[in-house]
């Protein structure tokens, strides 16, 4: 599975941003899609995650804020992501569970000014 992540940019405090996550094959068939960020000098840590039949589930931090979504006939898993805080401030990685083995996108850079 091929995975192409977009959509970062830099935005002020308050702003929205919308990721975008591109995958090679039916997003249907994977088990399970997430998102993940990494912030300089930290873990990568997990976002938000949609199985395939469409549960999601959010990390406390952004719950009311971002909300993750796909389309399955464009292969294409989303991150909306609302009144974004400067602590947002990450590399953000779309990652993939299929067939017992784990696949990433290259991350896309979040900045969030204050």
């Known amino acids: 599975v091929q995975l192409q992540a977009s959509g970062g940019g830099l935005v002020q405090a308050g702003g929205s941003l919308r990721l975008s996550c591109a995958a090679s094959r039916s997003i249907l068939s994977i088990g399970a899609m997430a998102w993940y960020r990494q912030a300089p000098g930290k873990q990568r840590d997990l976002v938000a995650r949609?199985?395939?039949?469409?549960?999601?589930t959010y990390t406390d931090d952004v719950k009311g804020r971002f909300t993750i979504s796909r389309d399955n006939t464009k292969n294409t898993m989303y991150l909306q992501m609302n009144s974004l805080k400067p602590e947002d401030t990450a590399v953000y990685y779309c990652?993939?569970?299929?067939?017992?083995?784990?696949?990433w996108g290259q991350g896309t850079q979040v900045t969030v000014s204050s």
């Open positions: 990652g993939a569970a299929y067939r017992g083995s784990n696949y």
């Open positions: 949609m199985l395939s039949g469409g549960s999601t």
